[in-house]
Each structure stands twice: as C-alpha cells, then as structure tokens.
C-alpha cells in the first residue's frame, strides 16, 4: 500500500496528485502552526513555506506538537523542517526563521497558493491579512483562546478580520483563557480543511462567516460577517 491511499475516495487520484504541486504558507509554527504543518506534510502538499521567528519554551510543551525536551531553545521553523524530514521526506518545508510584517511580508508569502494564519496576536493578523489582499492570495484565519476557537477563510477582497476584531480599540486582545492541547489541534485541522478545499475547487469554504466553536458546551456555531 502506498503513503496515500488512505485519502482515496475522500480525494479523488486527481486531486490527492495536484496537492504534490502546490504551496502553503503558514505564518505561526506554535499550537496551531505545528499542527497544521503535520497534516499538510501527512497529506501531501508538496511545498510548505513554515514561518516563526520564535524559538521553543517549556511552556510550549503542553500543547505545541512540534516542541519536546530536546528542542527548546531552538527556532521553531526548523524543527518544522527537521520533523518533515520524518514524516514525508518527499515534502520540501522552507523554514523561515523571521517574524512576519509590513516590509517582508509580501516576499516571504509570494509563492503560495494558500497562507494559513496560525499567529497568536491581532497585529500580525492585520498585517497577514494585508499580504494576502495584495497578493490576491486565499488565507484561512484561526484563533483560539481555553476551550473556544474560530476558523475563517478570507478571499481578496473579503476583509474579514476588520469585522471580526472591529471592536478591538487598542490592536490586541488578552488571552485570559489559557492555551490547552485539544482547542489548538480541533482548530487546525478545520483549517487545513479548508486549504485542502481551496487547493482542490471542492467544497462548501467558510466564506464570509466565521465558525465558532465552544467546546466545553459542545456547540458549533456559524456566524455570518
């Protein structure tokens, strides 16, 4: 049996081969960015741009899947590399090792079909976002904060996150909640969800609405914006 052949029937041999020849950038290689690179990487997307300009703390270790005892210290970026090296050497990751914003966030984000949003402040969000809308690139948004998540793909043009963090008045929010193993990865996996559904043309996007999800009332609810 071949690596992939678990994906058949929900991809068609078609679609599961084009995903060998394209480009995702996630910005945020933590909670949910180390998530998100594993199942990109499992899946098959050919090339993935992983970006952080942080390195690893022992308070990552509750939830970040990419940090362990060996690694903390070390940027987060390659050990993303370095993990893809394990999971799918037939993946190219490019690490980059930079903080994203105004002035590099354009080159660094340039060759990607689909830029996922795995950054944990509203500012480099913003500026994200910005990158995205004058690429005219596709980015898939996700936060979260306890036991609660969101998840939004945005289209140039869209301008989602000046709705959603409309009444933010001083550029941030305070995560008061705590950071938890299970929201991070239940979020990423929606996200990459919705790569998947970009990269292929199939499926319903969350497109102008935005899912939000409490677990600990088990309710998932979609919110147009």
Known sequence: MGRYDRNML?????????????????????????????????????????????????????????????????PKALEAWKRMKLVNPDIELLPVYNKID???ATTI???????????????????????????????????ISGWYAQITTILPGDRSLDKIYSDVKDGEVKNLLGNPSFTPALAASIEVSEVVKLLIGRGELLRNKMLFINLLNNSFEIIEL
Do not use: W
């Open 10 to 74: 929900c991809l068609s041999p078609e679609e599961n081969d084009s995903l060998r020849h394209k480009t995702v950038a996630v910005v945020g290689c933590g909670g949910l960015g180390g998530h998100i690179i594993e199942m990109l990487g499992r899946l098959g997307v050919g090339k993935i741009i992983a970006v952080d300009g942080d390195v690893f703390e022992d308070t990552n270790l509750n939830r970040q899947i990419l940090s362990n005892m060996e690694n903390l210290g070390k």
């Open 102 to 104: 105004e002035n590099n």
């Open 109 to 143: 984000l340039q060759k990607a079909q689909v830029i996922v949003d795995a950054l944990d402040n509203i500012g480099g969000r913003i500026i994200l976002q910005n990158a995205c809308e004058k690429l005219k690139i596709p980015m898939v948004h996700g936060a």
